[in-house]
């Protein structure tokens, strides 16, 4: 079975602070997706990023980049000189393509960005 | 432009009274789910359509059921809530299964109160 642990439940930080949101993953087959999503109070989740499990290479988008390490089991985000409005809730999920491809979520991280 | 509809944003419902969700969508996507989302939780996946194709989660409640009259559009019905229905109802669509995992583009979500 596979399983997404985000053990950081909450995050505070003060704005221009750079913050990582851990993520590690478990799951026995070779061929996956792993994903993170943004959960502002509006509710609606806003996709961020997909990586494949054969693609190692990390990225950068703007303020954001992410670290993907599969010797670690590990795909963690970080935000460089956050800003108030990056509090949200995060989530990092994963999906394997056998299947019904079904996301399965870690239990996301509270992040709070202070003035 | 919104891709992903919800309706209504919010619902209140008493007590055993059937209560029906909608989703629409402009995206074209063949695959369509239904997620719940309790206060400081994951989204749990209730169902999912691809294509005309229905398909349960095994601890979904014969409580919810669903209905995907055509490619655009995607309901749920709660037969007889309980107040442990109370939640969030989000909607997602993506493309296809089988190859890549698309990435699921999620609706706002329906925030359902039971009383």
């Known amino acids: 079975a596979q399983k997404v642990t985000q053990a950081q439940t909450e995050i505070s930080v003060v704005e221009k602070e750079d913050v990582t949101l851990d993520c590690v993953y478990e799951?026995?087959?070779?061929?996956?997706?792993l994903f993170w999503y943004k959960q502002p109070p509006s509710g609606e989740l806003v996709f961020l990023i997909r990586r494949n499990s054969f693609d190692e290479q990390n990225e950068i988008s703007g303020r954001y980049s992410w670290n993907f390490q599969k010797s670690t089991s590990s795909f963690n985000f970080t935000i460089t000189a956050s800003q108030v409005v990056d509090s949200a809730v995060y989530f990092c999920?994963?999906?394997?393509?056998?299947?019904?491809?079904?996301?399965?979520f870690g239990q996301g991280t509270r992040l709070t960005i202070n003035p | 432009d919104a891709m992903v509809i919800q309706n209504p944003r919010y619902q209140v419902t008493q007590f055993g009274k059937p209560v029906t969700l909608s989703c629409s969508q402009t995206l074209n996507h063949n695959v369509m789910y239904w997620y719940q989302q309790k206060s400081s939780q994951a989204p749990k996946l209730l169902f999912h359509y691809y294509d005309k194709d229905f398909n349960n989660e095994a601890d979904t409640p014969d409580n919810f059921q669903s209905r995907r009259p055509n490619t655009s559009f995607c309901f749920l019905d709660i037969r007889s809530p309980g107040l442990g229905d109370a939640a969030m109802y989000l909607c997602?669509?993506?493309?296809?299964?089988?190859?890549?995992?698309?990435?699921?583009?999620f609706g706002p979500g329906t925030r359902l109160t039971v009383t």
């Open positions: 799951t026995r087959d070779t061929t996956y997706y």
């Open positions: 999920a994963l999906a394997l393509i056998q299947g019904a491809q079904k996301l399965v």
């Open positions: 997602a669509t993506s493309r296809g299964v089988g190859g890549p995992v698309n990435e699921q583009y």
